[in-house]
T-cell receptor, first 112, second 115 residues
């Protein structure tokens, strides 16, 4: 089956620093999605990517769909304490509509 | 527009008991899915549905049943609960645009403890 490797597993940063995390896949995806999950909540969609090479921003967040369609990255600029949470990448490939494969998550801690 | 709703929020079961986790969406989405989330393992797909009357297995389907009689509802049934099914369960729904564009939206989750 499809495998997604997300790194890093955790990050401890100071407020104001930039953050970068990425996901790589063993197979090609048609869609890359980035989610954030706060404690006790469901994942909330941050950015959706649909085309290879696509670069999309949402406020301080920027994500890119890799040219090979096997990777994606998420950058957070000028981090703030409310950025704390778990960030997940997810991919959908082929004709597997309704099925997402998730990365293991990146736990982000921001020190004021 | 409530989005994706799940009930109950919390549940404690004894081994061997059965129960149904409810999921409903009011966005007229074709696709609905159930995931479980365990520490350090991200979200794993249990079952999914591409429309009313159509369901299929995901990565970890054993011990779970689903049905999709309407577009809005997608219940998940545990026929005989086991401690290994202690987890947080998320329901999601998604729409599909032309050109292979899919976006999934998640419910708030059901926290299940099986003793």
């Amino acid at each position: 089956g499809q495998q997604l490797n997300q790194s890093p597993q955790s990050m401890f940063i100071q407020e104001g620093e930039d953050v970068s995390m990425n996901c790589t896949s063993s197979s090609i995806f048609n869609t890359w999605l980035w989610y954030k999950q706060d404690p006790g909540e469901g994942p909330v969609l941050l950015i959706a990517l649909y085309k290879a090479g696509e670069l999309t921003s949402n406020g301080r967040l920027t994500a890119q769909f890799g040219i090979t369609r096997k990777d994606s990255f998420l950058n957070i600029s000028a981090s703030i304490p409310s950025d704390v949470g778990i960030y997940f990448c997810a991919g959908q490939g082929g004709t597997s509509y309704g099925k997402l494969t998730f990365g293991q998550g990146t736990i982000l801690t921001v020190h004021p | 527009n409530a989005g994706v709703t799940q009930t109950p929020k919390f549940q404690v079961l004894k081994t061997g008991q059965s129960m149904t986790l409810q999921c409903a969406q009011d966005m007229n989405h074709e696709y609905m899915s159930w995931y479980r989330q365990d520490p350090g393992m991200g979200l794993r797909l249990i079952h999914y549905s591409v429309g009313a009357g159509i369901t299929d297995q995901g990565e970890v389907p054993n011990g779970y049943n689903v049905s999709r009689s309407t577009t809005e509802d997608f219940p998940l049934r545990l026929l005989s609960a086991a401690p290994s099914q202690t987890s947080v369960y998320f329901c999601a729904s998604s729409y599909f645009l032309a050109g292979a564009q899919e976006t999934q939206y998640f419910g708030p989750g059901t926290r299940l403890l099986v003793l």
